[in-house]
């Protein structure tokens, strides 16, 4: 496909999406939720065909010398597909917010003010490896009356392509128009620099994956993007602290998975609680075989653990996001010294302290600009499906308009109402 066939097709895909929108709109509730409970049916009737779509992907990206990982996260298993159809049977069974009014207020003058719930309108995704994304963005899409337009990276093609059809199909067996969601057909970039640059059909892009692919997209697009760059989280333990739990969390942020943007890549820990703490911390990473990148402090009490990787931090580590058993460790004078460290090298995208002090809880709640503050828990929670979205598209770090994970709220806007009974301006 030629810059100027991709360009036409994706005008198209624009205003078909922009029509498909004013439809799902006004569609009602119950119409959306019976789409997504024929596309859970669908999904489920047709596992073996698209383990078929899926093993060529499969094939493809083998031969092509993908790494290990990468191809596992291509693959459409059973109890992939299988959780993605609970996932669409999840939100058909969640409360409907399209049209909901907030905050009405009876006014001074008579009239009565407030705020209508409604969708964003249309939605560009632009997304890498995992397939069964497809069906989380689609569904969401459906659930609160948006229309979307997909593009997954080509690794996947014959995956997204298959679900897709699925995607459209359900759509129009519950009367609603399939062009409410829609893949992108072609592999080419160019497809992806004409959708971040069609504000004419697209009301918002919605980046997933690497930090290359956000980055361009945050500097290329001319539509609002939502997006989160960099998962740099961090959890602190506190004087005072219940050691055990300290142990216990920080292990899980850490280890449960390393690849996740809520992983926790730094840990701060007060000095007075240093001596006992970071010898039981440094122990469970010793035997999960965690790189320890240690300021002069923490690493004087670390290299004294058994089978301890201690290296030396650099300024750099402060920053970094290493999505693998890697973590940066500070001793820090207290609170005031976290809060600052966390605000200046942090990503604001999920941060938690560990303590017994409630005034401190609630300081650390307050002055930690983040998009997910915790107390007590592990960062690993920062998760849509964990806050009880039932979904999510991603998460975000900007401030406007969502922040955190991204559910069906987040593809919403809100519109002032107002209702009179022929109230007039005076003065």
Same mark, same amino acid.
Request: with cysteine; aromatic share 4%.
């Given at each position: ?16 999406? !922009? ?69 669409? &049977? ?9 049209? &909901? ?56 093609? @014959? ?30 970039? @160019? ?23 956000? &980055? ?8 609002? +993007? ?20 300290? +142990? !216990? ?23 007075? +609680? ?62 005031? @010294? ?7 090298y942090g990503s604001h995208h999920t941060d938690a302290i560990l303590t017994r002090d409630h005034l401190h809880a609630q300081r650390f709640l307050r002055e930690v600009d983040s998009a997910s503050v915790m107390v007590n828990a592990s960062t690993r929670f920062a998760d849509g499906f964990e806050y009880g979205l039932g979904a999510e598209i991603g998460i ?26 022929? &109230?007039i301006r005076k003065g």
């Amino acid at each position: 496909m030629n810059a100027l066939n991709i360009a036409e097709t994706m005008n198209a895909m624009g205003a078909q999406a !922009r029509q498909a929108s004013a439809a799902m709109a006004r569609s009602p509730a119950a119409v959306r939720s019976r789409a997504l409970k024929r596309l859970a049916a669908l999904l489920r009737e047709n596992a073996q065909a698209l383990g078929a779509d899926n093993a060529r992907d499969i094939e493809r990206a083998t031969r092509a010398g993908l790494a290990a990982p990468l191809v596992d996260r291509l693959r459409l298993t059973p109890k992939v597909i299988d959780t993605v159809a609970e996932g669409c &049977e999840q939100l058909a069974a969640m409360p409907d917010i399209i049209g &909901e009014i907030v905050g009405m207020r009876q006014q001074p003058s008579g009239i009565r003010v407030g705020q209508m719930r409604v969708p964003i309108g249309v939605f560009g995704m632009i997304f890498e490896s995992r397939p069964n994304v497809t069906i989380e963005a689609a569904s969401l899409s459906i659930k609160s009356g948006n229309a979307c337009i997909l593009r997954g990276g080509s690794e996947a093609i @014959e995956s997204n392509k298959a679900l897709a059809a699925l995607v459209r199909r359900a759509l129009d067996d519950a009367g609603l128009p399939p062009d409410a969601v829609q893949l992108v057909p072609t592999t080419d970039r @160019e497809a992806v620099g004409q959708l971040i640059a069609m504000p004419q059909f697209v009301d918002v892009i919605i980046p997933r994956g690497g930090k290359g692919l956000i &980055e361009r997209i945050s500097r290329d697009a001319k539509v609002p +993007v939502i997006k989160h760059l960099d998962g740099n989280c961090h959890t602190y333990v506190d004087d005072p602290c219940d050691l055990d739990m300290a +142990v !216990r969390v920080t292990d899980n942020a850490k280890t449960q998975k390393y690849s996740p943007c809520n992983a926790s890549e730094g840990l701060l820990v007060a000095r007075a +609680v240093a001596p006992q703490f970071l010898p039981r911390i440094g122990a469970v990473f010793a035997a999960k075989d965690v790189e320890m990148r240690c300021d002069a402090e923490s690493g004087a009490l670390m290299r004294g653990v058994p089978g301890a990787r201690v290296v030396d931090a650099t300024e750099q580590d402060w920053f970094e996001e290493y999505l693998a058993p890697i973590i940066s460790i500070k001793v820090v004078a207290g609170l005031d @010294e976290a809060i600052a460290h966390i605000n200046h090298y942090g990503s604001h995208h999920t941060d938690a302290i560990l303590t017994r002090d409630h005034l401190h809880a609630q300081r650390f709640l307050r002055e930690v600009d983040s998009a997910s503050v915790m107390v007590n828990a592990s960062t690993r929670f920062a998760d849509g499906f964990e806050y009880g979205l039932g979904a999510e598209i991603g998460i975000s770090t900007d401030k406007f308009h969502a922040r955190g994970p991204v559910g069906i709220e987040g593809l919403t806007s809100l519109k002032w109402v107002v209702l009179g009974e022929g &109230e007039i301006r005076k003065g």
